[in-house]
T-cell receptor, first 115, second 110 residues
Framework: DGGITQSPKYLFRKEGQNVTLSCEQNLNHDAMYWYRQDPGQGLRLIYYSQIVNDFQKGDIAEGYSVSREKKESFPLTVTSAQKNPTAFYLC??????????????FGAGSRLTVL | DQQVKQNSPSLSVQEGRISILNCDYT??????FLWYKKYPAEGPTFLISISSIKDKNEDGRFTVFLNKSAKHLSLHIVPSQPGDSAVYFCAASDDYKLSFGAGTTVTVRA
C-alpha cells in the first residue's frame, strides 16, 4: 500500500532543542517537499527536493535543515534557530514536478509543540 | 506576500445544496490550479485541478471554474454531502512550486 509515512505524529520539544521529523515514501516519487501549516495561513513551503542529494529552500527555510540521501527519505530538522517552531508539519511528494499539474501526495502530518 | 487568497474562512451549506468556494490569485504565471481537501489531523488530499488554458473542469460532483482575466477560480460541489465537511485549500502551480491559500472550512448541515 503506497503512501507517505511521517513520524512522530505528535512531538514535544523544549526550547533550545533540535528535533528531526521523519518522512518516508514508497511511491517512487522523484520530488519531496516540506510544508508548515499555521492557523489562518494555509501551507507554506519550507524546503523541497527534486532529486537525491539536491534540495532547495522554500519560502520559510530559516531555522530548518533537510537532507535527501535516499529517494525514499526526506527528514526535516527543526533547529533552535527557528523562532516559532510550534506548528503542523506536512511532508509531500510528487512523481514529476515538471509534467502537467504538480499533484502532491501528502503524509498525515506531524504536530510539533515547543514547551 | 500571499499570492493565493481564499477570503472566506468558512462556509455552511445544507445537505443536497451547492457549495461554492472561491479563490483569487495574483501571479499570472501560474500554469495549473488545484483544490485539496483536508480533514483534521490528516494530510490534504487532491480533489481536482485545472490548466490555465482551460476555463472549466468537471469530475463527478466537483467542478472547477477559472476566470483568468479576473484571476479568480471557484470550486462547485453539488450536491453537498455530510462527508464533504472539511477544509478546502486552493493551490496554484508555478513550475514545480505550489502556493496555497489559507483554506475554507466547509460545514454541511443535515
Amino acid at each position: 500500500d503506497g503512501g507517505i509515512t511521517q513520524s512522530p505524529k505528535y512531538l514535544f520539544r523544549k526550547e533550545g532543542q533540535n528535533v528531526t521529523l521523519s518522512c518516508e515514501q514508497n511511491l517512487n516519487h522523484d520530488a519531496m517537499y516540506w510544508y508548515r501549516q499555521d492557523p489562518g495561513q494555509g501551507l507554506r513551503l519550507i524546503y523541497y527536493s527534486q532529486i537525491v542529494n539536491d534540495f532547495q529552500k522554500g519560502d520559510i527555510a530559516e531555522g530548518y535543515s533537510v537532507s535527501r540521501e535516499k529517494k525514499e527519505s526526506f527528514p526535516l530538522t527543526v533547529t533552535s534557530a527557528q523562532k516559532n517552531p510550534t506548528a503542523f508539519y506536512l511532508c509531500a511528494s510528487s512523481r514529476d514536478p515538471n509534467s502537467g499539474a504538480n499533484v502532491l501526495t501528502f503524509g498525515a502530518g506531524s504536530r510539533l509543540t515547543v514547551l | 506576500d500571499q499570492q493565493v487568497k481564499q477570503n472566506s474562512p468558512s462556509l455552511s451549506v445544507q445537505e443536497g445544496r451547492i457549495s461554492i468556494l472561491n479563490c483569487d490569485y495574483t501571479n499570472s504565471m501560474f500554469d495549473y490550479f488545484l483544490w485539496y481537501k483536508k480533514y483534521p489531523a490528516e494530510g490534504p488530499t487532491f480533489l481536482i485541478s485545472i490548466s490555465s488554458i482551460k476555463d472549466k473542469n468537471e469530475d463527478g460532483r466537483f467542478t472547477v471554474f477559472l476566470n483568468k482575466s479576473a484571476k479568480h477560480l471557484s470550486l462547485h460541489i453539488v450536491p453537498s454531502q455530510p462527508g464533504d465537511s472539511a477544509v478546502y485549500f486552493c493551490a496554484a502551480s508555478d513550475d514545480y512550486k505550489l502556493s496555497f491559500g489559507a483554506g475554507t472550512t466547509v460545514t454541511v448541515r443535515a
